[in-house]
Every structure is written in C-alpha cells, then in structure tokens.
C-alpha cells in the first residue's frame, strides 16, 4: 500500500515563503499525475495544483505567478515552492496522486492521499 507523507508546512507572515514535499512510502507508482490540494476551515477541499509525469504543470488560477510545483522522478519527490504567499492561503495543504497520465482537479479523482500539513499565513 503506498502512503504519502507531507513536510515543509508551518506559520509564516504575508509576502513570505515556504517549500511543501511529500514522498511516497511503500510500493510507489508507476508515472502518476501527483497534485496539491488544500481545505480551509468550513470549506471543501479545492485543487491548488498537479504536475505530469513529464512535468506539465497546472494551476489554480490564485496562485498563478506564485506557487510552482515541481517533481524529482527519480527520488519519487514532489515539490510545492509557494511564493507571495497571503492569508487567504491559509489551509491544510494535502499531497494527492492517481495512477493516470491525465490531469484532473477533482479530489475524488486521486487515490491516494497524504496525511496534511498545516500552512498559516498571518497578516
């Protein structure tokens, strides 16, 4: 079974930064679509972003220009360098795969998920 584990969360002011990374345990994937995803307090959780195996990226369009994500095929790592970040993206950050070559924003659409981690912007 494979789990996703999650890291690099925490508490930083507005306008700061902070890098996510989540790795697989157990059996890994054979080229999987991996993906970002957050759920606020009171909110459904919402796609944020995913990466192709080859690396083609996709975005939630708030976060265009200041989040990039990013993956190491060969250390089975994906990356979530956020940038500018604001109070608005205060959330429990998940990380998401699906054994699939295709890109979709839907939660239900990933299999496997990762545990959660914080990410609190203050203003």
């Known amino acids: 079974q494979v789990q996703l584990v999650e890291s690099g969360g925490g508490l930083v002011q507005a306008g700061g930064s902070l890098r996510l990374s989540c790795a697989p345990s157990?059996?890994?994937?054979?080229?999987?679509?991996m993906g970002w995803f957050r759920q606020a307090p009171g909110k459904e959780r919402e796609f944020v972003a995913a990466i192709s195996w080859l690396s083609t990226p996709e975005y939630l369009d708030s976060v265009k220009g200041r989040f990039t994500i990013s993956r190491d095929n060969a250390k089975n790592t994906l990356y979530l360098q956020m940038n500018s970040l604001k109070p608005e993206d205060t959330a429990l950050y998940y990380c998401?795969?699906?054994?699939?070559?295709?890109?979709?924003?839907?939660?239900?659409?990933?299999?496997?998920w990762g545990q959660g981690t914080q990410v609190t912007v203050s203003s």
């Open positions: 157990g059996r890994t994937f054979s080229r999987p679509v």
């Open positions: 998401a795969a699906r054994n699939s070559a295709l890109i979709t924003r839907a939660p239900s659409e990933y299999a496997y």
